[in-house]
């Protein structure tokens, strides 16, 4: 079950460790809204993170309001709209950590949803 939670626009809360609410927002729909945050997908990629010996993760994309979603072309039912899903490369002393890899620890790991993006970057989606 999800645990979502919203944060205003201008939230600047530090979620995890590693990850900040300001690199979860919606890139792009050109208007300024809330950000939902699955909670538990996020404190997953943390956990995950520290399963890979990763170090930094920048995420690509996140949270994607309905307006986005479409604008670029995404799913219906994209996790992205229930933010329960993200686009993200990760780093281990300052090297990439290539997404042939992560993909196969994520599998280990049990994310439900794994796409291959290009050479740098996995979506995961809980």
């Not at 900040?20 to 050109?30: A, V, W």
């Amino acid at each position: 079950m999800a645990n979502i939670k919203s944060f205003d626009s201008n939230s600047k809360t530090q979620l995890t460790k590693n990850i900040n609410i300001s690199e979860l927002k919606c890139k792009g729909s050109g208007h300024i809204h809330n950000t939902k945050v699955d909670l538990d997908h996020i404190n997953k990629i943390q956990n995950f993170m520290a399963y890979i010996g990763a170090t930094k993760v920048i995420f690509s994309r996140c949270y994607s309001c309905k307006e986005h979603n479409s604008k670029i072309g995404g799913s219906k039912n994209s996790q992205h709209l229930i933010s329960c899903a993200t686009d993200q490369c990760f780093y281990k002393d300052g090297k990439i950590i290539p997404a042939k890899e992560v993909c196969c620890k994520a599998q280990d790991y049990g994310f439900k949803g794994i796409a291959y993006i290009n050479k740098n970057y996995v979506h995961l989606d809980s």
